[in-house]
């Protein structure tokens, strides 16, 4: 099968300055969690996107000096001469396969607080440092020397980059990390002199580092300059109307314009409060004012949403971050005509935690993301099949779902048991709720592919018990039979039982997404954390109810700080007119209100209302396991070889938990005991010399 004729455009080659990308699938930079910790893990993953047809690749963010460094988030460093080989084999690995091979030079100034180098951090005007994390730290204000030094800084970090082997170097001055926005923003920049003021005075600075970048690298290396389209701060921003105007009056400068929006959490929102191709109207336009091909994002997964951005005249070439993690084969298969076999990008932004955790990164589609290096794990093949040759998977979640695919690929037979009448479990429910319905494609994706799969046998309406496993005949069982949430209370919060009136109507997330709904007011007490609590506060204000929000936390939805949506979510139930109650726990639930204490001094306060909704913690469903690990000594007579508890199951965790170890049953059966070893690789710093 070869590719549809729509998509021909996708793959006609374009010059950026004095090299060539063999096509418009161009992986902007994205962060992993690896970084200068996790070099070869790195290298290996934008290895594999070559392998899989991007055009060009990028690296992440690259601390290019040691004055600027933002511990304690891990990214690149190219700080001197001993950083060249970590980066080289980067470069060597992203053009493996033809890729353009690109780095992005980062200057952090007021983002940079250096807390590893105890340097003095350097910005365009002093300030506050401005960081996820609050440090109590200040920039100081450059002076025309600090400016001479830092374009010298460039310039040798240049030389490296181009000694390591790479095509293009991308000058950061987006998502208000860059020193290059500092610069251009009046939010940042206050300077009187002819750094500062009008817009050409505020250019200066990226003219004459492109100038000096230009005389260094000459006609060996593609220069691009990554700017947000609206820094969205209001009036004392680098607005999209300026950004416009910065881009006409030197629309020559860069190679390339590669363009995305606002702040992080602004350019990179999940899919619950972003649409694909959300930037269209910001980046529209811009195109006409230069003559340099532009770039552009908006977690594009369809290839004709992507055509459409190429045909209109919006983009020259199509960004992406998350759909390059989610499928690093993504441009190889739609020219293979393989366009049902894209693991699309869900939008949940699991694989920025990575980053904000200081991690290494995971995917929800792709379980092998990180891994290609540390496990030598492969997002297109599977290791052989084992001596044995049948599975048995009970249970089809997200963990049941993956297991079975990936054992199916391996060459077992696979027969797959749910007890319901749908494939999906957990995700089947949710992707109901309020906008997680691009969170469907997790069971999408894996059922596709098992239908495709002659060795795959599904039944439905088969809720087995050990006995009936036990005759089967099957050498390996996988129970994979997902998780409930408690309603008994026990949380974080509390690690016995709440006490409970049985008069007051309690409900959990399982109840709601099984169509039980409230009515009055409605106490939601949040001690997960994560996305479930805001997601059914908004679905119960939009069924009627009056909703008090209340959690032990500081904040709505804490974990999603990681997500890049905890404000989103938090601001979004505000203007519903939810009541949130920070920093107060659940100590009891009466006939007819729900008594809450302060975190801090426990005094307590009544909330009276109709009905508690508990999203508290969930216990796995492993009572199937459990009677068969009781009966192990049935299992030679039953042919039984081994049996595994995985995903929510054994532990509840994010569905990208329960997709990695449904991979990673697959990958490891039949596979030798490796005892006290570790079960992955890792880079060990050598000791420097006394």
């Not at 569905?655 to 880079?683: S, V």
């Amino acid at each position: 099968m070869g590719r549809d004729s729509r998509y021909d455009i996708l793959f006609r080659p374009i010059d950026i300055g004095p090299v060539t990308a063999k096509n418009r699938f161009y992986q902007v930079p994205h962060c992993n969690g690896g970084g200068y910790r996790d070099p070869s893990a790195a290298a290996a993953m934008r290895g594999v996107k070559s392998e899989g047809g991007w055009g060009v690749i990028f690296t992440e963010q690259c601390e290019m000096h040691h004055t600027s460094e933002i511990t304690p988030f891990i990214e690149l460093r190219l700080w001197d001469d001993a950083d060249i080989p970590m980066i080289a084999k980067m470069a060597g690995k992203m053009k493996e396969h033809g890729a353009l091979a690109g780095i992005q030079l980062a200057y952090s100034g007021i983002n940079g607080p250096n807390l590893y180098t105890k340097e003095v951090p350097l910005a365009p005007s002093a300030m506050p440092i401005r960081t996820f994390t609050n440090d109590p730290v200040n920039a100081r204000a450059m002076d025309r020397e600090d400016i001479r030094n830092l374009r010298r800084w460039f310039v040798n970090a240049a030389r490296r980059c181009r000694t390591a082997g790479f095509d293009l170097i991308c000058l950061y001055g987006a998502h208000g990390f860059g020193i290059f926005q500092h610069f251009l923003s009046t939010a940042t920049n206050h300077r009187t002199d002819e750094y500062g003021g009008s817009l050409e005075n505020r250019a200066r600075f990226v003219r004459e580092v492109v100038a000096d970048l230009r005389d260094e690298v000459g006609d060996t290396m593609g220069l691009t300059l990554r700017l947000s389209l609206d820094e969205m701060v209001g009036e004392l921003g680098f607005a999209n109307s300026e950004v416009r105007d910065f881009i006409e009056m030197h629309a020559d400068l860069p190679d390339l314009w590669d363009l995305a929006h606002g702040a992080w959490e602004d350019c990179s929102g999940p899919s619950r409060f972003k649409e694909e191709a959300a930037q269209f109207d910001l980046v529209t336009g811009i195109k006409a004012l230069t003559t340099r091909p532009v770039v552009g994002v908006g977690r594009f997964t369809s290839p004709d949403v992507m055509v459409r951005q190429l045909t209109s005249g919006t983009l020259d070439l199509i960004g992406c971050a998350r759909p390059s993690i989610a499928d690093p084969f993504l441009p190889k298969k739609v020219e293979e005509g393989r366009i049902e076999d894209i693991r699309e990008c869900i939008g949940c932004n699991i694989c920025i935690t990575g980053d904000m955790t200081m991690s290494i990164s995971r995917c929800t589609q792709n379980p092998t993301f990180m891994e290609e290096w540390r496990k030598g794990w492969h997002p297109e093949r599977m290791n052989a099949k084992g001596p044995s040759s049948s599975v048995l998977v009970v249970g089809a979640g997200p963990a049941g779902l993956e297991a079975a695919r990936a054992c199916a690929e391996r060459g077992y037979d696979v027969a797959l048991a749910e007890a319901g009448t749908t494939l999906g479990g957990r995700v089947a429910r949710e992707r109901l709720l309020p906008g997680l319905s691009a969170w469907g494609r997790v069971a999408d994706y894996r059922a596709w592919q098992l239908s495709q799969k002659p060795n795959v046998e599904t039944y439905f309406d088969s809720a087995l018990d050990a006995e009936m496993i036990l005759g089967f005949g099957f050498e390996n069982i996988c129970i994979a039979t997902g998780s409930t949430w408690r309603r008994d209370g026990v949380s974080r919060q509390h690690v016995v039982p709440l006490p409970i009136d049985p008069a007051m109507t309690v409900l959990t997330p399982d109840d709601i997404m099984a169509g039980a709904r409230p009515s009055g007011h409605v106490v939601l007490w949040d001690d997960d954390h994560y996305y479930m609590g805001g997601v059914l506060a908004e679905l119960l204000v939009s069924a009627g109810c009056t909703v008090t929000f209340v959690t032990t936390s500081a904040y709505v939805s804490d974990w999603t700080v990681n997500t890049l949506e905890q404000h989103t979510i938090q601001r979004r139930l505000l203007e519903m007119g939810v009541t949130v109650e920070l920093n107060r726990g659940v100590t009891a639930i009466g006939p007819g209100a729900v008594t809450t204490a302060c975190t801090y001094t426990a005094r307590p306060r009544d909330i009276a209302c109709d009905a508690v909704v508990m999203v508290a913690s969930r216990s796995g469903e492993d009572a199937v396991f459990r009677d068969l690990t009781a009966r192990q000594a049935d299992w030679a007579d039953a042919g039984i070889r081994s049996v595994k508890l995985i995903g929510d199951a054994e532990a509840p965790g994010p569905i990208a938990w329960a997709t990695y170890a449904g991979h990673r049953y697959a990958r490891e059966l039949d596979g030798n005991d490796i005892g006290d070893a570790l079960p992955f690789r890792r880079e060990v710093a050598a000791l420097a010399a006394d």
